[in-house]
């Protein structure tokens, strides 16, 4: 008997990488929507610095799409009927977050409360089901690394 994947199920098929169609058709039109704005903000905010690279993390977590230069700036999780995005934060990062504390949003400052701390950071997974989710992650990752000024 075939299974329909449970909400927040990766994608796990090794043949190749998920194309833009498989992404939409696994997360869906609504969560497609607010992918394509994310990839589309991370390209207009930073032109040519990232080439987009997809990772298989095995079969438990699936393909995933990673945004690096020389070190990482975020992940994105396509996930079934949804997804996330990974943002991990040195100890520079962690001093601008605590500096806007206050100019942040509730929920995305108790995502960040709630991270535990590794020796590489602070580890944030974020769902992004709304447009002020999508603002959180933005917000949160021109901390991380300042937008590109425009030529």
Known sequence: MNHSPEVG???TDTSAPPDETAVRD???PDAFTRWAALREWIEGSYPGVF???WVYGGKKHGWSLRY???RAFCTLLPE???FSAVVVLGGAEREKVEARRDRLSPRLMALYDEAETY???KWLKIGI???EELKDVTELLTLKRPRKAAA
Request: hydrophobic share 25%; proline share 5%; net charge positive.
């Open 9 to 11: 199920s990766r994608i």
């Open 26 to 28: 696994w997360i869906g």
């Open 51 to 53: 080439t987009p690279d």
């Open 68 to 70: 690096k230069k020389s």
């Open 80 to 82: 079934y009927r949804a």
């Open 119 to 121: 020796r590489d950071g």
């Open 129 to 131: 089901s709304s447009a």
